[in-house]
C-alpha cells in the first residue's frame, strides 16, 4: 500500500484543469440550471476561478453551494441564535456540538434531517439518515449513547401514509439496533401537509474526553489524507443538490441529475444504501484510532461526501489539499471525477494522520476488516487540488497509463466562507383566520377520541421495533417526558457514571400561527420536558424544516422562528450547539405550491445531578397530592381538539410568557432535586385531560386520581383540551404538599393542588370534574384508546 | 469465576455482559474472534448479543466459522460454561452446540420490550423451577424452532430452561413475542446442560435502576454452581 502521492506523478498546480474527462459533458446553460445554479451564481464561480469551470468544478460549486451545504439562505438568520455558554466546548460549524458534563468528560450531539431522501425510500433514506447522524457524533471522537428521531408524515389515511411509517421506523431500527446506539426517543405527528415531503429527523449523542475532542481540520502541511470504510460507487450523487430541491410532479425524477453514465445507462443514482454493520466497524475502528493519538483531524463523508469533507477540513484549517482520486477504493466502474467527488456512498471518512503514522491507522484498519488508503496530503496553497488519471479504472487491475491530470482546481475559501449568502425577501403572510370550536358536550368521548388519536396516542409500535436498551444503561426507557441513559464514562481505568436526558420537540401548528410564539414553545417544551424527568437543560440542537426561502412567506417564518428559538434560549440560559437547515420540503404540483407546516424541530440534552433526581411521568401510587404547576390561557388555536372537531387550523393560539416559563422549570427541577415529587409531566398535546390520562396510565401499573380542575371563565374543552404551555402536573407525597406549595409560592409560580392520587391496579379510574361536567374513565380504557392510535395506519 | 467474554465484529451488547459479569463477581476477559485459544482458566464463556457480522447470510452464520469456536467447542465438550445470549444464541445453534434454529419474529417486526418466562429446567444458570422472570427482549429473529424429534428429546431430558409466559407464569401463546415453537425462551445443551442459550437479555436487566435484577438471578446462579463445583 502506498503511504505517500507518487512524488514524479504529482499535479502542477500551475496548470489549468483539463477541460474534458472522458464521460464529462459540455457545460450549457441548460446544464448549469440542472445543478440548480443561476446564471449569476455561475457568472460568480468564473470569477473566483478566473476562468470557465470544468464540469467536475460545477458539480463541485453545485453541491458546496446547495442549500444544504452552504445554508446560504438561512445564515444571515442563524448568527443571531446564542450559541454560546460556559458549558460549551464546540458551537454550531463543525461536525457536532460538544458541551462539558463536568468531571473531564463532554456531550457531543447533534441532530440532521433526511427528508427527501425517505420520502423517495423510507427505509433507506431513514437507515442513511441515522448512519450519516451517527458518524458526525462519533468522528468528534465520541462513543454514541443514545439516538432520537422526529417524523412527520402525512394524513393518516393518505394512501402512501402507512408504507411511508413502517419504512421508515424499521429503517431508523435497521440501522441504530444493528449499530447497538439505543433508540430511546422521538416524537411523530401527522399532518396533510406532509402529504408529499414527510419529514424525517434524527438526532445522536455521544460521550467524549473533553479533553479528547476531535475536530474536522485538515492541519499540519504535508499530513497524508486516507479514506477509511466502504468503498465508492454511483448512489448517492447529488443528494446534497437533491435535498435542496422541492418536490416536483414528476417525483421520480427529483433531484437526479444527468451524470454522463446515468443517461447512458439509466441509472438512478440520487439513493444511498446503509450498512450498519460497516457503520459499526468504522465506529470501533475510529475510536481505537483516536485513542492510539495518530489522527490531527477527521471528518465523515456525509452530503456530498469526498467534495465536502475534503473541502470543509481544509477551510476550517485555512490549508488547501491535494487529492488523487485514482487511490480511491471503489465498487463501481468507470467512475469518472465527477461521480467519484459527488458519491454518497455511506460509511466512508476522511482521516488527516500524522505524518509517519500512517501504518498505525493501517493496522487498526486491518483488525476491523476496513479499506484504508492514503489519497492526498495537506498543502499550504489554500487550494483545492483533484487530480486522476483519464481513463484509468482500479478496478481493471491493470496500473495508471498515460498522464495524471488536473481536474479541479479551486480556492478553498470560494466553496466554504465566500460562498453566496443571500438575505432573501421577506414579507409576512396574512395571519390564519380564527376558527371558532364548538364546546365540548361529551367530555368523556372526547378525550378517549383524543387519546386514541394519531397525534397523541402511545408510540409504542414505534418505539418497541428501536432497541432502546442495548449498552443496558436506559434508565427512563421511551413513553416519559424525557429519557434518561446512564453512562459510564471511563478515563485511565476509572469509571465516572453520568446520567443524560433527552427531548426533542416541535408542534408545528404553533409555529404557523406564530413563527416567533410556535419556536419559543418548542425550545419551552423540550427543556421542560428534561426538568420534568430531573435533568437540568445544558444543550440544544436544531433541525430547521420549512418550506422554499424563495417565498417571502416563508422567509419570513424561518427568519422570525429563527429570532422565537433564539428569545427562548436566551431566557432558559441554553445555548444551541449544532444543527441542520433542511429547507425546499414543499409539493408544487396541478393543485398548487403545498408547503409543509413549519418545523423548527429541537432536541436538548439534560445533564442530571444524581440518578436519585429522576423523576417520571406516571402516577405512583394511590394517596399522592396532584398539583398543577403554571397556568394558562385556555385558547384552543392549534390543538390537537381543533383540528378533531373541525379539520382546520386557526387562531387564537395560545400565547407563551416566557418569564412565566422560566420560573416554573427552575421550580420543577428544584422539586426533583429534592426528591419531593412522585411523578411530573409536561401537558403539551390534546391539553390538561389528556395529560393526566397519561399520568393514570402509562407506567408499569394503573393508578387512578379525582381531579377537579379549577373554575374557569371560558369553555370546557378549553379548560380540558387547551395547549397553553408553561403547565406541568406534578404528584407527591401528602408529606411533601405544604413544602411543594411553599416552594412553588417562593419561586412565583402559580400552584393548585387539583386532587389526589386513588387506588392503582385493574379497577384504577380517573375521574375529572371540570365545571359542569364529570366524567369518569377506567385508566384501562385510557391505555386501551393510546395504544390503538397508530392502528387504523399500521394495523394491530 | 474466570469469565471470557467472545467478540465478534457487530456484537454490540458486549458492555452490559461485562458489567452484569462483573457485578456478580466475575473476573472478565475479552476474547477477539482471531483468537485461537481461551484464557487459562477459563470457567464461563459468554457470547453477547449485537448482530455479528451484520446479521448478513443469516443471523450467526458467518461467526460460527471464527477460530474461537473451536476452542468454545472444546470448552463446551469439557462440561465448561458457556452463555449465548440472543445473537449469541443464535451462533450456538448456527455452530450445533445447541440444537434447532432461530428465525424471524412471527410478526416480522424487531421487538423489543419486557416479556416474561418461566424456569421450565434446572441447571447451572437457571433460579429455582417455576420461578417467573421479567426480562426484556430485543431481537428480529428470535422464533426458536426445532423438528419434533429434538423438541421431545429438549423436554424429556429436562433441557427447555425457559418458555415465554404472562405475568403469573402462565406458559401460552398469548404470552409469545416471536412464535418460537413450544414458547422457548431458551434451553440447555452439552454434556451436563452446562451450555445455555436464550433470545431474552438478562445481562440487561440487573440492575434496580434498569428496571429489575431478574435477570442477575442467572448469572447468579452460575457462580453458585461453579463455587459448589470446585
Known amino acids: 500500500m502506498a503511504t505517500e502521492l507518487d512524488a514524479g506523478r504529482g499535479p502542477s498546480s500551475a496548470g489549468d484543469p483539463t477541460p474534458n474527462f472522458p464521460g464529462d459533458l459540455p457545460i450549457t446553460p441548460a446544464v448549469i440550471k440542472q445543478h440548480k445554479l443561476t446564471a449569476e451564481e455561475y457568472g460568480r464561480i468564473e470569477g473566483a476561478l478566473g476562468r470557465a469551470p470544468t464540469y467536475t468544478e460545477l458539480g463541485v460549486f453545485s453541491v458546496m453551494w446547495s442549500e444544504h451545504c452552504s445554508y446560504k439562505s438561512s445564515r444571515v438568520h442563524l448568527k443571531r441564535l446564542p450559541t454560546k455558554g460556559p458549558r460549551v466546548i464546540q458551537g454550531p460549524g463543525e461536525n457536532a456540538g460538544v458541551v462539558d458534563i463536568g468531571d473531564g468528560f463532554a456531550a457531543v450531539f447533534k441532530m440532521e434531517s433526511h427528508n427527501h431522501p425517505s420520502f423517495i425510500e423510507p ?8 448512519g450519516g447522524i451517527l458518524r458526525d457524533v462519533f468522528t468528534m471522537g465520541a462513543r454514541p449513547i443514545a439516538g432520537l428521531n422526529s417524523l412527520r408524515f402525512g394524513r393518516p389515511d393518505h394512501p402512501r401514509t402507512p408504507e411511508l411509517l413502517r419504512g421508515v421506523v424499521a429503517g431508523i431500527g435497521g440501522y441504530g439496533n444493528s449499530i447497538g446506539v439505543p433508540t430511546v426517543g422521538g416524537e411523530v405527528q401527522f399532518d396533510p401537509s406532509y402529504d408529499g415531503n414527510i419529514l424525517v429527523n434524527a438526532f445522536t449523542c455521544g460521550v467524549a474526553r473533553a479533553d479528547r475532542i476531535f475536530y474536522g481540520r485538515a492541519a499540519g502541511v504535508g499530513n497524508p489524507i486516507l479514506y477509511i470504510g466502504a468503498k465508492t460507487g454511483r448512489d448517492g450523487i447529488h443528494g446534497a443538490t437533491m435535498a435542496s430541491d ?17 443517461i447512458k445507462k439509466g441509472v438512478r443514482s440520487t439513493m444511498q444504501v446503509g450498512d450498519p454493520f460497516m457503520g459499526k466497524l468504522l465506529i470501533e475502528a475510529c475510536l481505537e484510532l483516536f485513542a492510539a493519538g495518530v489522527l490531527e483531524g477527521i471528518q465523515d463523508m456525509g452530503a456530498a461526501g469526498l467534495t465536502s469533507s475534503s473541502v470543509e477540513m481544509a477551510g476550517r484549517a485555512d490549508n488547501g489539499l491535494e487529492l488523487d482520486l485514482d487511490k480511491i477504493p471503489r465498487r463501481a466502474r468507470k467512475m469518472t471525477p465527477y461521480e467519484i467527488l459527488l458519491s454518497e456512498s455511506q460509511e466512508r471518512m476522511l482521516l488527516v494522520a500524522k505524518r509517519g503514522r500512517e501504518d498505525e491507522v493501517f493496522a487498526v484498519c486491518k483488525k476491523w476488516d476496513l479499506d484504508c488508503a492514503v489519497v492526498g496530503r495537506v498543502t499550504d496553497t489554500k487550494r483545492w487540488v483533484v487530480t486522476a488519471t483519464p481513463g484509468y479504472d482500479p478496478l481493471d487491475g491493470a496500473p495508471p497509463r498515460g498522464e495524471k491530470r488536473v481536474c479541479a482546481d479551486i480556492p478553498v475559501a470560494s466553496l466554504t466562507d465566500a460562498a453566496p449568502v443571500y438575505d432573501r425577501p421577506r414579507k409576512a403572510a396574512p395571519p390564519r383566520a380564527d376558527v371558532a370550536v364548538p364546546d365540548t358536550t361529551d367530555p368523556r368521548a372526547d378525550l378517549l377520541a383524543l387519546l386514541a388519536s394519531p397525534n397523541v396516542g402511545s408510540r409504542a409500535w414505534i418505539w418497541r421495533q428501536y432497541d432502546h436498551i442495548v449498552r443496558g444503561g436506559t434508565v427512563v426507557r421511551p413513553g416519559s417526558d424525557a429519557a434518561v441513559v446512564r453512562v459510564p464514562c471511563e478515563r485511565d481505568g476509572a469509571v465516572v457514571m453520568k446520567h443524560l436526558a433527552f427531548a426533542v420537540d416541535c408542534n408545528g401548528r404553533f409555529v404557523e400561527l406564530s413563527a416567533e410564539d410556535g419556536a419559543k414553545m418548542a425550545i419551552a417544551e423540550v427543556c421542560r420536558n428534561l426538568v420534568c424527568s430531573g435533568a437540568e437543560p445544558i444543550g440544544v440542537t436544531d433541525c430547521l424544516n420549512f418550506a422554499s426561502p424563495e417565498d417571502p412567506g416563508t422567509m419570513d417564518q424561518i427568519a422570525r422562528a429563527i429570532d422565537g428559538l433564539g428569545e427562548a434560549c436566551r431566557a432558559l440560559d441554553v445555548p444551541i450547539v449544532s444543527g441542520n437547515v433542511s429547507l425546499y420540503n414543499e409539493t408544487n404540483d396541478a393543485a398548487g405550491r403545498r408547503p409543509i407546516l413549519p418545523t423548527p424541530t429541537v432536541a436538548a440534552v439534560g445533564l442530571v445531578r444524581e440518578p436519585e433526581d429522576v423523576v417520571t411521568q406516571w402516577f405512583a401510587r394511590e394517596g399522592d397530592v396532584v398539583v398543577l404547576l403554571g397556568e394558562g390561557d385556555e385558547a384552543l388555536g392549534g390543538s390537537e381538539y381543533q383540528a378533531m372537531k373541525t379539520g382546520q387550523l386557526g387562531g387564537p393560539a395560545p400565547r407563551i410568557d416566557l418569564a412565566a416559563e422560566v420560573r416554573l422549570q427552575r421550580l420543577v427541577l428544584e422539586l426533583a432535586r429534592a426528591h419531593v415529587l412522585s411523578s411530573a409531566h409536561d401537558a403539551a398535546d390534546g391539553g390538561l385531560a389528556v395529560a393526566l390520562a397519561e399520568c393514570c396510565c402509562t407506567g408499569p401499573s394503573l393508578v387512578g386520581a379525582e381531579i377537579e380542575l379549577p373554575a374557569t371563565t371560558g369553555s370546557a374543552a378549553g379548560a380540558l383540551f387547551g395547549e397553553a404551555p408553561s403547565r406541568v402536573v406534578i404528584s407527591t407525597g401528602a408529606a411533601h404538599e405544604a413544602d411543594v406549595l411553599a416552594r412553588a409560592k417562593a419561586a412565583g409560580v402559580p400552584a393548585k393542588v387539583v386532587g389526589r392520587t386513588t387506588a392503582a391496579g385493574p379497577g384504577a379510574t380517573l375521574s375529572i370534574r371540570a365545571g359542569a361536567h364529570r366524567l369518569d374513565v377506567p385508566a384501562a380504557d385510557l391505555r386501551g384508546a393510546r395504544e390503538r392510535c397508530l392502528s387504523g395506519i399500521v394495523g394491530t | ?49 449485537g448482530f455479528s457480522y451484520g446479521d448478513y447470510l443469516r443471523c450467526g452464520a458467518i461467526a460460527k466459522v471464527g477460530p474461537i469456536m473451536k476452542a468454545v467447542a472444546e470448552h463446551a465438550e469439557r462440561g465448561g460454561y458457556v452463555l449465548g445470549v440472543c445473537n449469541g444464541f443464535q451462533i450456538l445453534t448456527e455452530c450445533g452446540l445447541l440444537p434447532g434454529a432461530l428465525t424471524r419474529n412471527l410478526h416480522l417486526r424487531f421487538e423489543c420490550r419486557d416479556v416474561f418466562v418461566k424456569v421450565t429446567a434446572d441447571g447451572p444458570f437457571s433460579p429455582p423451577s417455576g420461578e417467573v422472570l421479567r426480562l426484556p427482549i430485543a431481537h428480529g429473529e428470535g422464533r426458536y424452532q426445532a423438528s419434533a424429534e429434538v423438541l421431545a428429546r429438549l423436554a424429556g431430558e429436562g433441557q427447555v430452561a425457559l418458555r415465554y409466559c404472562d405475568e403469573r407464569g402462565a406458559v401460552g401463546e398469548d404470552a409469545n413475542p416471536n412464535g418460537s415453537v413450544d414458547n422457548i425462551a431458551g ?3 452439552g454434556p451436563k446442560k452446562n451450555v445455555l442459550g436464550l433470545m431474552p437479555h438478562p445481562e ?27
Open chain 1, 123 to 130: 427505509y433507506q433514506g431513514a437507515a442513511t439518515g441515522v
Open chain 1, 246 to 262: 422541492e418536490f416536483g410532479e414528476a417525483k421520480e425524477g427529483k433531484g437526479e441529475l444527468a451524470t454522463a453514465s446515468s
Open chain 2, 1 to 49: 469465576m474466570q469469565a471470557a467474554v467472545v467478540l465478534f465484529p457487530g456484537l454490540n451488547a458486549d458492555a452490559e455482559m461485562i458489567r452484569t459479569l462483573e457485578l456478580v463477581g466475575a473476573k472478565v476477559t475479552t476474547v477477539w474472534h482471531t483468537s485461537a485459544a481461551l484464557p487459562a482458566g477459563t470457567d464461563l464463556v459468554a457470547i453477547p448479543g
Open chain 2, 187 to 189: 434451553i440447555y445443551g
Open chain 2, 204 to 230: 440487561r436487566m440487573s440492575e434496580a435502576c434498569l428496571g429489575g435484577t431478574n435477570g442477575r438471578e442467572l448469572f447468579d446462579a452460575v457462580v453458585r454452581a461453579r463455587r459448589a463445583a470446585s
